[in-house]
């Protein structure tokens, strides 16, 4: 079945900088990538996804990034501030069926 | 519109109890997805119901199990509870038609058995 690797583990930076989270997934079948944020006490609230026919996706300070020949996909924050503090999951699906496979997690933390 | 709802929000257990955990999901939504929560092992999945049929299963044993009934809403039973089950219980919704829609989640069914 899919496997989903995430690193780094955890995070800290200074507000203002950049962030970068990567991940990595097994199966060539999975075609849809979601991101989550989870803050401390919190339900995971999706922040950007992107689909297998999509190179790249950016909302605002995040990007997401997909190499499907690698079987990678990264999540960029730019222009950190405190209130990004969280744990960010990456997920992998394939179509016909909701079922996401999650990454570990990464606990950032961005310093007043 | 109303978010995805889970009942209740915490529940402590004796060992070898059962226990019921409730999850209404957005209107709209046939899709309810299950997972568990751990430090060590992060989110990981239990099951998936669509359309009162489970889609899809993941590895964990058979004292877990769901359902989901026709407004959609789904139940998920753990029998013969042990410490290890101790975990948040996330449920997540979505329309459910193409596998790669937005997934909404509950905020969780803090369960703790002693």
């Known amino acids: 079945g899919e496997n989903v690797e995430q690193h780094p583990s955890t995070l800290s930076v200074q507000e203002g900088d950049s962030a970068v989270i990567k991940c990595t997934y097994s199966d060539s079948a999975s075609n849809y990538f979601p991101w989550y944020k989870q803050e401390l006490g919190k339900r995971p609230q999706l922040i950007i996804d992107?689909?297998?026919?999509?190179g790249e996706k950016k909302d605002q300070r995040i990007a997401v990034t997909l190499n499907k020949t690698a079987k990678h996909f990264s999540l960029h924050i730019t222009e950190t501030q405190p209130e990004d503090s969280a744990v960010y999951f990456c997920?992998?699906?394939?179509?016909?069926?909701?079922?996401?496979?999650f990454g570990k997690g990464m606990k950032l933390t961005v310093n007043p | 519109k109303a978010g995805v709802t889970q009942t209740p929000r915490y529940l402590i257990k004796t060992r070898g109890q059962q226990v019921t955990l409730s999850c209404s999901p957005i209107s709209g939504h046939r899709s309810v997805s299950w997972y568990q929560q751990t430090p060590g092992q992060g989110l990981q999945f239990l099951f998936e119901y669509f359309s009162e049929t489970q889609r899809n299963k993941g590895n964990f044993p058979g004292r877990f199990s769901g359902r989901q009934f026709s407004n959609s809403r789904s139940e998920m039973n753990v029998s013969t509870l042990e410490l290890g089950d101790s975990a948040l219980y996330l449920c997540?919704?979505?329309?459910?038609?193409?596998?790669?829609?937005?997934?909404?989640f509950g905020q969780g069914t803090r369960l703790t058995v002693v």
């Open positions: 997920a992998a699906s394939q179509g016909g069926s909701e079922k996401l496979v």
């Open positions: 992107i689909r297998s026919n999509v």
């Open positions: 997540a919704s979505s329309f459910g038609s193409s596998g790669d829609t937005e997934a909404f």
